[in-house]
């Protein structure tokens, strides 16, 4: 089997607000297609690397790779070849479902052709269809989580940003939901998703669990229960804390 090539690559990655150090030389390598979980208490710096890794936020010093793009050179053109869903809901309650699509692929520089492909794509793969031409404020969260992840994939990205993509939703819609990530890295996308859910660590093939800004962990789910001799994620994070 041929060696995945690395489309994030973090080398001591610092971010500092004031004499505040958010992010403490962050270190750490994701292959294509994978499925990679960074985990950690509220304040743990999470949010803070993943705005650094999209291109919404310059490191204080070290160096990130994301599709091949510097984030601190070329901003821009890693916003390009990533989609990203934020902690709060990202589409617009006052369009429609549609009208969300073409509003998105817009900024993604699709065709209106490509536009519509897509949106058609996944108001079927959705089982959404009568839903397409309904206010966004008119949809059950749930679905709503679900959507936003479709246009956030929509122009084929090379990596997918999610932040806490599943929090206030039902377990059987976080299912769901995570059929679609699954199927995303699949077809070869990386998924990179923080979750403060420890059962849904182990859908991940790797995490990292960050604490206080530093990252303290960072195997398979598997490696990291063997490890601290415990059975589930939430032992780990738990033994870790201590």
Not at 193 to 214: L, N, W
Request: aromatic share 12%; charged share 25%.
């Amino acid at each position: 089997m041929s060696q995945r090539k690395n489309i994030i690559e973090v080398t001591n990655l610092v971010k500092k607000f004031g004499s505040f150090t958010a992010n403490d030389k962050l270190n750490f390598t994701v292959p294509e297609g994978e499925i990679f979980g960074f985990l950690g208490a509220n304040g743990a710096g999470k949010t803070t690397a993943i705005k650094i890794l999209s291109g919404l936020s310059k490191p204080t010093s070290g160096k990130v790779i994301v599709a091949g793009y510097d984030v601190s050179k070329y901003p821009n053109k890693v916003k390009r070849n990533i989609g990203y869903m934020s902690q709060q809901f990202s589409l617009y309650n006052d369009l429609t479902v549609r009208e969300n699509f073409r509003f998105y692929g817009g900024i993604y520089g699709l065709s209106n052709k490509a536009i519509k492909d897509k949106t058609n794509y996944y108001l079927n793969k959705l089982e959404m269809q009568e839903y397409g031409n309904k206010l966004l404020r008119s949809i059950p969260l749930g679905w709503k989580q679900k959507l936003a992840f479709s246009v956030a994939n929509m122009h084929e990205p090379a990596v997918v940003f999610l932040d806490e993509p599943t929090g206030g939703v039902d377990p059987i819609t976080r299912r769901q939901f995570w059929e679609l990530i699954y199927e995303s890295a699949d077809l070869g996308t990386t998924v990179f998703v923080t979750t403060h859910y420890m059962d849904e660590a182990e859908y991940c093939e790797r995490v990292s669990i960050m604490s206080e800004g530093k990252i303290v962990a960072i195997d398979s789910p598997a490696e990291l229960k063997s490890k601290y001799g415990v059975d589930t994620m939430d032992d780990v994070f738990v033994s870790i804390a201590r």
